[in-house]
């Protein structure tokens, strides 16, 4: 389980009284918990804490107060840092910006012998990784031949060969096009069938996450609520509030309403369009 | 695009890609070594040939050999003018042409040092061209290793340059994106005189250094969250073992090097 308590964050702090000196807190008193095997999602406005906490989680950033716990483990514990670090994966918004080796083998490699993985292990746990994203490469090929999508699935394939138990995805399908973040989407569900673990998925897309668990809004540093998809996305305003749009069935299905047809709350892209199929 | 092809490593399965990294550096190194030291037309030629060989061998593009070399014109001709007609000693056979007289000695001398030039380059680039920078780096921190026992920063250092190397190619690549930006809104550095292109290039190069800063932090960020942390703990990727191969690698740069003193 990973826990959050009451967690403040500020970026480059060195001083007690940072709220003194008019510096804004990238997260503010955030309390969470999430439990393994969920899948939650982090939405919210640019700048509203989502990645910050992402970076506290993985160790990469320490909170300025209260605690982040992984399993029991303080991420400001240096000893403890390695475990942490193991179990919380990260894939970034920019894949070039994450990738090490030249080529595929490599590049997924390069996580292994980090964590001292046995030498002989490697090839196989590479192949292994690079089947299991459905990366369709060869080890050897280079990583600049790579379509975006496919360097993004390699960065999954990357993370993933360390079997992290918990894998946070900040934003990573804003670089992709509308074809490749939807294979994206649908690689990630097929993963998720073969090997468990916990989700964490930060986006501003909300037709990625409507399967969700959980979506925890944040705004401004703060957890403004956290709920199931069906509750949240019937408040609109709210939505809005945090720089959120509903997917295009939903504001469909919203004025279907306001024009008196009965369309149920929780409805999805498939639901609607027989209903309208039926009603024409 | 030819000079971002240059620094960039492929795998194209050539017999020099299965060289033991570690005899791959030594072998460079006393190669270059014979090709510094040695002091005959003859001899040097035949290393230069010897490394045209071994280009083909390597399976790389003969287009990007003749970009090197083209790429080096400039360094060539000023060597020759300064062996043959600025620096030439008095006594050596002078030859006039017109107004301008040359040593023949001299130019013997230059193209000496034009061959060394474009040896010193070609040995470079093969050896980048045909090991993958962690595989360079792997071997680069085993041969290094006595010098960890002084605490200095072999590790860190090597992955330094691995990652320079990797990312050498992007640089390149973004470096031509702002020229074409700052082309189409009128600025860059082909126009005019030596000063305005002068001044032209700092645009350039401020975004591109701006941008270099923000991809090294995002890059080291992402490489701790993978569990980097120094070679603490680490594994080789790959297991190196010397086979015969490298062992008559390494002795004909052994000989070549020897070479030098016989002729």
Redesign the interface.
């Known amino acids: 389980m990973i826990d959050i308590r009451n967690t403040t964050f500020y970026y480059n702090a060195s001083q007690d009284d940072e709220e003194d000196a008019g510096h804004k807190p990238a997260l503010s008193h955030v309390s969470l918990n999430i439990s393994p095997g969920e899948f939650v999602a982090f939405l919210g406005r640019n700048g509203s804490g989502k990645s910050s906490l992402s970076?506290l989680l993985?160790g990469?950033e320490l909170p300025t107060e209260g605690t982040v716990s992984v399993e029991g483990h303080v991420t400001s514990d240096k000893a403890a840092l390695?475990t942490v670090?193991?179990a919380v994966?990260?894939v970034?918004q920019?894949p070039?910006?994450?990738?090490?080796?030249?080529?595929v083998g490599?590049d997924i490699?390069?996580?292994?012998?980090?964590?001292?993985?046995?030498?002989?292990d490697?090839a196989n746990r590479v192949a292994w990784a690079i089947n299991l994203v459905g990366l369709d490469a060869d080890e050897?090929r280079?990583v600049?031949n790579l379509s975006g999508g496919e360097k993004q699935k390699l960065a999954l394939a990357?993370?993933l060969a360390?079997a992290p138990r918990y894998l946070i995805l900040d934003e990573a399908t804003s670089m992709l096009d509308p074809v490749a973040r939807r294979q994206f989407v649908a690689t990630l569900h097929e993963v998720r069938k073969q090997y468990s673990f916990t989700l964490i998925y930060i986006t501003h897309h909300l037709e990625e996450v409507t399967d969700a668990d959980r979506w925890i809004l944040f705004q401004s540093g703060r957890v403004v609520t956290s709920g199931t998809p069906a509750d949240l996305m019937e408040d609109v305003r709210l939505l809005q509030d945090c720089g959120l749009e509903l997917p295009y069935y939903q504001t469909l299905a919203g004025l279907l309403r306001e024009s008196g047809i009965a369309v149920p709350a929780a409805i999805n892209e498939h639901e609607l369009r027989e209903l309208l199929c039926k009603s024409s | 695009m030819a000079g971002t092809s240059f620094l960039l490593y492929q795998k194209r399965d050539s017999w020099l890609e299965r060289w033991d990294p570690r005899m791959k550096i030594v072998a460079v190194l006393l190669f270059g070594a014979a090709l510094l030291l040695t002091h005959s037309l003859g001899l040097k030629t035949a290393q230069l040939l010897l490394l045209i060989v071994l280009w083909g061998m390597a399976k790389l593009s003969w287009r990007v050999l003749a970009f090197t070399l083209l790429s080096l014109s400039i360094f060539f001709a000023s060597t020759m003018i300064y062996q043959s007609v600025l620096t030439a000693v008095p006594g050596e056979d002078m030859i006039t042409w017109g107004w301008i007289s040359f040593s023949s000695q001299g130019a013997v001398r230059g193209i000496m040092m034009c061959e060394q030039i474009a040896g010193i380059v070609l040995l470079l680039a093969l050896l980048v061209r045909t090991t993958s920078p962690i595989v360079l780096a792997e071997g680069l921190e085993m041969l290094l290793k006595p010098l960890k026992k002084w605490r200095l920063p072999v590790h860190e250092a090597v992955m330094m340059f691995s990652i320079a190397l990797r990312f050498l190619p992007i640089l390149i690549e973004e470096f031509d994106k702002i020229r074409k930006a700052q082309l189409a809104r009128g600025g860059g550095f082909h126009r005019k005189g030596v000063s305005t292109r002068f001044r032209g290039v700092l645009p350039m190069l401020m975004p591109l250094f701006v941008m270099s800063i923000i991809r090294a932090k995002d890059l080291a960020v992402a490489m701790e969250s993978r569990c980097y942390q120094g070679d603490e703990g680490r594994t080789p990727i790959r297991m190196y073992r010397l086979r015969a191969n490298d062992y008559a690698v390494f002795s004909f740069s052994i000989v070549n090097l020897a070479a030098i003193f016989v002729w």
């Open positions: 970076r993985n990469i390695p670090r193991r994966q990260i970034f920019n070039e910006n994450q990738q090490v080796g030249i080529t490599e490699a390069f996580g292994l012998s980090n964590i001292g993985w046995p030498q002989r490697i050897d280079p600049t990357a993370v360390l």
